[in-house]
């Protein structure tokens, strides 16, 4: 340990230091786990001698990159963890159009630095959001309809090894690697950049529309027909909500629970009008679209949802949102147990279905959404209740949805949903893995097993 702090630039924080509380904290407040050594890593150099470190003295590592995963996989128990935070940095070609990102960016660094050129990334919703864990698990969110997932967009990447090798994986060299990583999280390395295209995007007209609870049926059989017609420049996700009492949001909708559709439309902006008259139609209680620049719709939900809260996640992806399905989710979105607490309903098609399932580790793009519900609140006291209310969501809605689910939405749950999740890709993704982390030092994540490591390593 003295001469690894010796060879980092970042330094050591370990249990007992003043600020290893603060250090520990991540998007999930409902994870707590205790690494015996967290590596602020400031370049790659430091993040090679971490690496070996943890290879050397078998020690569990764990990848933290912007530390929003729902399952608390940015840290582990006793370990070590790799702490990118500190590998901030954007830079911007526009004559290209290409950005290269440090692994420990969120997505607010991104659009800052792209929206001034006129450029965006197709990433997620919430602006704080790291990069490293958003692209490796695929990317769905405002964008992805029209330009597909982040990894549609990702050009190379820069990463660590198991063994402390340093590689470039792109279409060119390490191509295996390349197609393992769209999509197959942090299985085969630590992520230290990331090159992107970009595309043009600058004003968007978004924002959310929102319809009285009582007619979620009438609006979710409408959105299930209308949305996958619709241009491909509108991107629209469902959500139940109870309606936050604050500014834009008018008092006598506050905390209500309704159903809404948050938009974002990236044609031409004289079109607007006819788009989204179909949705006007429908006698929204609430129509709140407008022209803004994307990297506002982008941190609009970043207030509401700061680092700190108590998560419970579930998903799964969904081919076909039928009555039943429709009338169970409105029956759950009746009990919504607490304001922050949310189901939403992320389109998967257009550009995404451009892309064949075995051309990247993503493997559900022929699902027309990915599904998430999650319990949320800022006290503990409400752990279990929104916990309780989450899995008895998901169970009774996971009948009529597929076997998988986006891998950014799962926690910790087992072997057969991970395989389930990379269905025809899995076997690929094992032959990578075994290429690259033969011995399964990068576990902590939904991870690929090895083939001769069979479960994976004990933790130390």
Same mark, same amino acid.
């Given at each position: 340990m003295e001469q690894l702090r010796a060879q980092l630039r970042g330094?050591? @924080?370990? $249990?007992?230091?003043?600020?290893?509380?603060?250090?520990?904290?991540?998007?999930?407040?409902?994870?707590?786990?205790? #690494?015996?050594?967290? !590596?602020?890593?400031?370049?790659?150099?430091?993040?090679?001698?971490?690496?070996?470190?943890?290879?050397?003295?078998g020690l569990t590592l764990a990848i933290r990159g912007g530390g929003h995963n729902g399952g608390g996989l940015g840290l582990c128990d006793e370990g070590v963890v790799v702490d990118l935070s500190r590998m901030r940095g954007v830079r911007v070609d526009p004559n290209a159009r290409t950005v290269r990102v440090s692994g420990g960016s969120v997505w607010g660094d991104v659009d800052h630095a792209t929206h001034a050129f006129g450029l965006a990334v197709p990433s997620g919703i919430i602006s704080t959001t790291?990069?490293?864990?958003? &692209?490796?698990? %695929? %990317?769905?969110?405002?964008? *992805?309809r029209r330009f597909g997932l982040t990894v549609d967009s990702l050009l190379s990447v820069d990463l660590v090894l198991a063994d402390g090798r340093f590689v470039t994986a792109s279409a060119e060299q390490h $191509?295996?690697?390349?197609?393992?990583?769209?999509?197959? %999280?942090?299985?085969? %390395? @630590? @992520?230290? *950049?990331?090159?992107?295209?970009a595309h043009p995007v600058d004003t968007i007209i978004g924002g959310p529309t929102l319809w009285p609870l009582e007619r979620t049926t009438e609006v979710m059989q409408w959105y299930r027909e209308f949305l996958p017609a619709a241009p491909e420049e509108l991107n629209g996700f469902f959500a139940f909500m109870t309606v936050p009492p604050v500014a834009p949001f008018p008092k006598e909708l506050?905390?209500?629970?309704?159903?809404?559709? @948050?938009?974002?439309? &990236?044609?031409?902006? =004289?079109?607007?009008?006819e788009v989204f008259a179909p949705v006007r139609a429908l006698s929204p209680a609430l129509h709140g679209v407008h022209p803004m620049p994307f990297p506002v719709l982008q941190s609009v939900f970043d207030g509401l949802y700061p680092p700190g809260l108590q998560w419970y996640w579930r998903a799964d992806f969904v081919r076909e949102l039928k009555d039943e399905a429709i !009338? +169970?989710?409105? /029956?759950?979105? /009746?009990?919504?147990?607490?304001?922050? *607490? &949310?189901?939403?309903?992320? #389109?998967?098609?257009?550009?995404?279905?451009?892309?064949?399932?075995?051309?990247? =580790?993503?493997?559900? +793009?022929?699902?027309?959404?990915?599904?998430?519900?999650?319990?949320?609140?800022? *006290?503990? /006291?409400? !752990?279990q209740a929104i916990t309780t209310w989450a899995k008895e969501y998901w169970d009774a809605l996971h009948p009529y949805s597929e076997a998988g689910a986006y891998v950014n939405f799962m926690m910790d749950e087992g072997q057969e949903r991970v395989q389930a999740t990379y269905r025809d890709n899995y076997? +690929?993704?094992?032959?990578?893995?075994?290429?690259?982390?033969?011995?399964n030092l990068f576990h902590v994540n939904q991870n690929i097993l090895p083939t001769a490591r069979g479960p994976a390593m004990p933790k130390a």
């Open positions: 330094g050591l @924080v370990r $249990p007992g230091d003043a600020d290893y509380e603060e250090a520990c904290r991540i998007y999930n407040a409902m994870i707590r786990k205790r #690494p015996a050594l967290i !590596a602020r890593c400031t370049d790659v150099a430091d993040v090679i001698a971490t690496v070996n470190l943890a290879r050397e003295q790291g990069v490293a864990g958003l &692209t490796l698990g %695929g %990317g769905i969110g405002h964008l *992805s $191509p295996d690697l390349f197609w393992a990583v769209r999509g197959g %999280g942090g299985n085969f %390395g @630590v @992520v230290t *950049s990331f090159q992107f295209r506050h905390l209500k629970k309704m159903c809404a559709v @948050v938009w974002c439309y &990236t044609g031409d902006p =004289a079109r607007a009008d !009338a +169970r989710h409105a /029956e759950f979105a /009746e009990r919504l147990p607490t304001m922050h *607490s &949310t189901m939403h309903l992320y #389109p998967i098609d257009g550009a995404v279905h451009r892309v064949a399932p075995g051309d990247t =580790a993503f493997s559900y +793009r022929d699902a027309r959404w990915a599904e998430v519900i999650v319990g949320v609140d800022p *006290s503990p /006291e409400k !752990a076997a +690929r993704l094992v032959q990578v893995k075994d290429r690259y982390d033969p011995d």
